[in-house]
């Protein structure tokens, strides 16, 4: 792509990588670290033609949780937690199910799709570096408050030119 000069990379994180909760911290670091990885290739590539973004799914009706494997708590260390840990732990559960079981929720992961399509079909530069679909507790806008401060971390580096799609050459 860099020998191109264009090309386009979509990485997929989740409004988990721009926000915490207990219970949940393992997966907000992955999700943090796709965050943090593809902001600094971005700007990497930036001035080589190659656009990078973000698309950041909110809950989705997959089988995430299905097949996601549950603490043994084989040395029994849950009962050395707060009742309101543990209720707490339960209601998050019970909140996506909830979440899934509302028609008028947006979790049917068909969305993320539409919204890679669309970003494919966005000219070159024009394109959000952060997109966010479905549920977003917030994110959009967390997002959009973050930005100018994205920027300014550029150019006190002396790097304003990494935060944009280069223009093609001739």
Partial sequence: MRKCGSGLVINLSSIAG????PFFGVYHASKWAV?????????????????????????????LFEVSPQ???ADQRVADYPEVARTAYKSVGDAFDGMFNDP????DPAMVVTEIIALIDTPAGRRPFRTVVGVDVGVRERNAAVEPFD??????????EFSTLAQQNG
């Fill in 151 to 160: 920027r300014d971390v550029l150019e006190a580096f002396g790097m304003t």
């Fill in 35 to 63: 965050e943090g990885y593809s902001m600094a290739l971005r700007g990497e590539l930036a001035c080589c033609g190659v656009d990078v973004v973000v698309v950041e799914p909110g809950p989705f009706a997959t089988a």
């Fill in 104 to 107: 008028d929720t947006p979790t």
């Fill in 71 to 73: 603490p043994a708590d």
């Fill in 18 to 21: 721009r926000l915490s909760a």
